[in-house]
């Protein structure tokens, strides 16, 4: 980029651009060498997998693991499952955490500093903690085997979080903007869905994905309250993959379920990329 | 086009905090009355509780004959253009200026209509399709000003349009702004702490203080008959030289000289002296105004003009009295003793305890 605004430092700094692209690849290599090596034994065939010397870059190709993901496995199913429960809580969380946000932020509540701070409070607490708690209300009422177990979990987890980003994102939204579409003769509803909503996209996205992802990734809780085979996540589904005898481990499917798995990730961040970068830097710039 | 009226109006948020304590005012149609004051004056507040944003404590907002006091802002039919702009940043250019006529189910011959026209006063023919974020300051004003036009108001209300541009610029929108709605009939009201803005701006000019008005005068009357010491301390820069002295049966005593004072009904013993610091003039030979001699102490250089400070001679030499002329800046004043003439018909005499105006003019006492 510099090099093309400015040709003439273009020369001097071919050092520098040298440096700057070994040091990208070695953090490239770094981070994507892990998912790398999972996409590549996905598509190695057995011998491959377990020989000695390590097979790095496989020579043959097969698409069996995946294969008998779908057909062995309900793999549908767990994908359905986590769709259900991550689009479900993401909702949720946003459809109350929006709303909570903007009541702080605008209405100023009595006591709504000690909300907030009770809020952020919460944020710190580490969720695994609450893991026996909640194992006795499932139980208490009846919610195993139910997706409503990880549901109402998953959206309690991220409301915080939601509330907090959406909270500093109406902060910065200009009071004058509301006023000007009170006298412009919005009622509350319209200002609400034609004014302020279209400008929070961005925070929405950000916070959605994250809350998606937390959902979507989630294992202790969808590995104790769920045990019915139909209703299992896909993190859950993959932790129990078994191979043909206990003794054997099968890594190729696992990789497989790995990478369908995180396949539907990628393909929503990247999406949505630039609203979430809009979300990330809001406020960060005058508008 | 209608009139709008204020009665008595009060705004308490707490028993400390009244911005708005007792505030009437009339503005008629084609009037433009400019609300003037210091930060914190209530100037804000007022204009405000016009539109419906604040919601009044006490006293009655009139439009047209209406009582509008508790009517939602919506409803008003007024216009009004913020110090932000406030333009919604998701819409372009024409979508600001027309949704508000949307909302009100204008047909959509007419809003094109409607917008084209004000996009032609203000020049935003080109700007139409553009985002609020891809226009320079001064467009996004002119927006700003076309979305309260476009409504056609009964009312338009202005909050310090102007204070978010560069010099330059301001002094251009504000000659556009002057000429757009010197061709309204409605009823327009200004706020600014800008008093320059105040006086080329207005026919009427409302200068609030602490909660209350001081003055509604045309600018002129404001400048020249200011009704107290707030508003002739405020108004006008330099700063309007105001010295308390004493006086003595129908004189003033301001250092060794003394100054006739008009007739008043009783002789104070102390009175507050106010004069522009433009109307102090070098007294000639056989000079018919009051004089004062002194020593030049500061010469403040302001271009056209030196603003001098002149410490006149008194009897007790270290707290003698300073008197601040703008005198021609062609010659050196530094450090040269100096005889002021004060015309009396620019002197001004306020109450030292009400700050209340006494008599306008000095102009009666000769006689």
């Known amino acids: 980029m510099v090099g093309e605004e400015f040709p003439s430092v273009k020369t001097k700094n071919i050092g520098q651009h040298l440096w700057l692209g070994i040091a990208i690849a070695l953090v490239l290599i770094f981070s994507l060498a892990p998912v790398m090596w999972q996409l590549l034994t996905s598509f190695k065939v057995n011998q491959d997998i377990s020989k000695v010397p390590t097979v790095y870059f496989p020579t043959r190709f097969t698409f069996g693991h995946y294969i008998e993901l779908f057909t062995r496995r309900p793999f549908w199913r767990y994908i359905f499952n986590s769709a259900f429960v991550a689009i479900i809580s993401t909702s949720l969380a946003l459809g109350f955490g929006a709303p909570a946000a903007y009541a702080l932020a605008r209405l100023r509540p009595w006591g709504g500093r000690v909300i907030l701070t009770s809020i952020l409070l919460v944020t710190l607490f580490p969720g695994i903690l609450l893991f026996l708690g909640l194992l006795e209300i499932v139980q208490a009422l009846h919610l195993g085997n139910n997706y409503l177990a990880l549901i109402i979990p998953y959206t309690a987890i991220n409301l915080p979080l939601t509330i907090l980003v959406l909270h500093s994102f109406f902060q910065q939204l200009p009071k004058d903007l509301e006023d000007a579409a009170k006298i412009d003769g919005y009622n509350t509803w319209q200002m609400l869905v034609q004014i302020l909503l279209p400008l929070t996209v961005p925070a929405l996205f950000t916070t959605g994905i994250l809350t998606f992802i937390f959902a979507w990734n989630e294992f202790i809780f969808a590995l104790t309250f769920i045990t019915r085979e139909q209703m299992k996540t896909i993190p859950v589904a993959v932790a129990q993959l078994s191979g043909a005898s206990t003794f054997e481990i099968p890594y190729g499917p696992i990789a497989a379920a790995t990478m369908v798995g995180t396949f539907p990730l990628v393909l929503l961040v990247l999406f949505f990329q630039r609203k979430i970068v809009q979300g990330l830097t809001a406020g960060a710039v005058k508008g | 086009m209608a009139k709008l009226e204020l009665r008595n109006l009060n705004k308490t948020y707490s028993p400390k905090v009244v911005p708005v304590k007792d505030i009437s005012l009339t503005v008629n149609d084609g009037e433009f009355l400019t609300l003037l ?30 009582d509008i006091t508790y009517k939602r802002p919506g409803d008003r039919n007024m216009a ?55 226009l320079s300051g001064g467009q996004r004003q002119r927006v700003a000003v076309g979305r309260a036009l476009v409504r056609q108001a009964q009312v338009y209300l202005l909050d310090e349009p102007l204070s978010n541009l560069d010099a330059l610029l301001r002094e251009k929108v504000r000659a556009e702004i002057k000429q757009i709605f010197a061709t309204q009939k409605s009823p327009v009201v200004y706020v600014t702490h800008d008093q320059t803005e105040a006086m080329t701006l207005s026919t009427k000019v409302a200068v609030l203080n602490n909660g209350y008005v001081q003055q509604i005068a045309p600018p002129a009357s404001i400048y020249h008959e200011p009704g107290n010491l707030f508003v002739a301390g405020f108004v006008g820069s330099p700063q309007m030289n105001l010295l308390t002295i004493n006086c003595k049966q129908n004189h003033a005593i301001l250092g060794n000289f003394s100054i006739p004072l008009p007739k008043l009904p009783t002789i104070p013993s102390q009175i507050v002296l106010g004069i522009r610091p433009e109307h102090v003039r070098v007294a000639q030979t056989g000079e018919v105004h009051p004089t004062v001699k002194g020593r030049v102490c500061l010469v403040e250089n302001l271009g056209m003009h030196n603003l001098v400070s002149v410490s006149v001679q008194g009897s007790q030499s270290n707290n003698s009295p300073v008197l601040r002329a703008l005198l021609p800046a062609d010659q050196n004043w530094s450090w040269e003793e100096i005889t002021l003439a004060l015309p009396h018909q620019n002197i001004h005499w306020f109450d030292v305890s009400s700050g209340d105006a006494l008599s306008r003019k000095t102009s009666n006492c000769s006689d």
């Open chain 2, 37 to 66: 004051g210091p930060s914190g004056c209530g100037k804000s507040t007022t204009l405000r509780a016009i539109a419906g944003l604040e919601q009044v404590t006490r006293g009655q907002i009139i439009l047209g004959g209406e």
């Open chain 2, 80 to 134: 009004m253009v913020f110090q932000s702009y406030a333009l919604y940043p998701h819409m372009t250019v024409y979508e600001n200026l027309a949704c508000g006529l949307k909302l009100k189910k204008v047909p959509r011959l007419e809003i094109k209509q409607r917008v084209a026209q004000v996009a032609e006063i203000l020049g935003l023919g080109e700007l139409l399709q553009r985002k609020p974020g891809q």
